[in-house]
């Protein structure tokens, strides 16, 4: 091999090595970002019930844990909002049959209580709210939902009602004990899985912002 072709060599060599390890560090640094992001995450998530400070003029609470309803119920009978939206109600489930479920809160449904049955996961829970939102011309929203789900679930909320005061009502479940998630595989894997979606939700409302 002549003396240019070996100097050639090794100059793609050395190249290689160094795009080799300039990929390594973004990585690790990437690694480094989502692991610090993730303990802000969960630091940051309430680990008790929350006092409002304000009252505002609608509530809305996204489906899943039953307590989430029932906590929502109760803010509206103290007079926290006007109005409740159920929002991502099972297409089966009738108003009645909530209202059993719940006895003490029964005569709320006759008057204060809508049911959405069309939004089947944030994004739709989100977009169906600001229809409700914008109905009613209501310019503050206080949001039930799980405290590991709030972050998303605001996200999703100030993206679609920019204009709207949003109150979060994180609901706190003992099967979750946030405090201690290293201690609980399952709780673990919840709060990733929860702080990836968070992270794809921010990355792709940023996107949209970006090309509007």
């Known amino acids: ?5 070996q100097a050639n060599a090794a ?28 303990l802000w995450f969960v630091r ?5 019930e929350t006092v409002l400070s304000r009252n505002a003029e609608g509530i809305v609470v ?11 119920l109760e803010l509206l009978a103290a007079g926290r909002g006007q109005r409740l939206l159920i929002s991502g109600v099972n297409p089966a489930t009738r108003s009645r049959e909530i209202s059993r479920l719940i006895p003490e ?13 069309s939004a089947t ?10 229809r409700w939102v914008e109905a009613r011309t209501f310019k503050s929203l206080i949001v039930v939902t799980s405290n590991f ?5 605001m996200a999703e909320l100030a993206h679609q009602l920019p204009d709207v005061a949003l109150v979060p009502f994180p609901v706190v479940s003992d099967k979750v004990r946030v ?8 709780t673990a894997r919840l709060l990733i899985l929860e702080y990836l979606k968070y992270i794809v939700a921010k990355g792709r409302i940023l996107v949209q912002y970006s090309v509007a």
């Open 1 to 5: 091999m002549s003396s240019d072709s």
């Open 11 to 38: 100059t793609r060599a050395s190249a290689w090595r160094r795009g080799f390890r300039a990929v390594v560090v973004a990585l690790g640094l990437g690694g480094l970002l989502l692991c610090l992001g993730f």
């Open 44 to 48: 940051a998530m309430p680990t008790s």
């Open 62 to 72: 996204l489906t899943g844990a039953a307590s989430r309803i029932n906590d929502a």
């Open 105 to 117: 809160h029964q005569r709320w449904f006759n008057c204060c209580v809508d049911l959405d049955y």
């Open 121 to 130: 996961n944030t994004i739709g829970n989100a977009v169906e709210t600001r």
């Open 149 to 153: 789900h709030m972050p998303r679930a």
């Open 179 to 186: 405090e201690a998630w290293w201690d609980n595989s399952a």
